[in-house]
C-alpha cells in the first residue's frame, strides 16, 4: 500500500511596503486555515501554520524534514524517506493575461494571485517534486499555478533561514509543504 500525500500549501504574504488604501484586492479575505475542515489534517496543521498558533498549544510537532541544498532559485528538503524539490521558474508576462485595475495588476489568467500583490511577477514556481522512498508524487501544477516570487530563504545578517518547511505526520500517513513568503525579506 502507498503511502499518500497530501500537498497542504498555506501561503500567505506579508507585505512591508505600503500599499494605496484605493488598491483593489481581489485575494480570499478568508485564511487557508480556517477553511481546513478534517478534524486530523487541521490538528497537524496547526503545529506548523501562523494561522493554527492557539490550536497548536499543548500538541506535539510533527516530525520535520530538513533543508539540505537552496539557492535563489530552489529549495530541497531530504530526511525520512522523503524528498521534496521546490523551483522557481522566471515569469513570462507575454503568455498570461494580465488584468489591472488602474495602475495595479490584480489578476493573472483571471486569477487572483499570491506574491508581491499588485506588481507582475518576475518568479513563479515552476515545480515541486516530490519523492517518497522510491516513489515519485505527481504534483499538479493546479497546486500552485497562482503562487508567485517566492522567496525560498532569507538572512538575519549572521544566519541563512527559511519560513518553508515539509513536514510528515504523526502516522506517516501525510506529508505537508509549507511556504510563508514575506516580501520585505531578501
Avoid: C, W
Wanted: aromatic share 10%; proline share 4%; charged share 25%.
Amino acid at each position: 500500500m502507498r503511502i499518500p500525500l497530501l500537498l497542504l500549501t498555506l501561503l500567505s504574504f506579508i507585505s512591508a511596503i505600503a500599499q494605496d488604501d484605493d488598491m483593489p484586492d481581489l485575494r480570499s479575505k478568508k485564511d487557508n486555515f480556517k477553511k481546513v475542515m478534517e478534524k486530523d489534517v487541521r490538528s497537524d496543521a496547526a503545529t506548523f501554520t501562523m494561522s493554527g498558533i492557539d490550536e497548536s498549544v499543548g500538541k506535539p510537532l510533527l516530525l520535520s524534514v530538513p533543508v539540505t541544498d537552496y539557492s535563489r532559485s530552489s529549495i530541497h528538503f531530504e530526511g525520512n524517506g522523503i524528498g521534496v524539490t521546490i523551483t522557481a521558474g522566471n515569469f513570462d508576462a507575454t503568455k498570461h493575461k494580465l488584468v489591472y485595475s488602474d495602475k495595479y495588476l490584480i489578476k493573472i489568467d483571471n486569477k487572483a494571485y499570491y506574491g508581491r500583490y499588485s506588481e507582475v511577477p518576475k518568479h513563479n514556481i515552476a515545480s515541486v517534486q516530490v519523492k517518497i522512498d522510491n516513489d515519485s508524487i505527481a504534483i499538479p501544477a493546479t497546486a500552485y499555478f497562482d503562487l508567485y516570487n517566492p522567496a525560498f530563504t532569507y538572512s538575519d545578517g549572521s544566519q541563512v533561514k527559511t519560513f518553508a518547511g515539509v513536514y510528515q505526520s504523526a502516522d506517516k500517513r501525510k506529508v505537508y509543504i509549507y511556504m510563508l513568503n514575506r516580501d520585505n525579506l531578501g
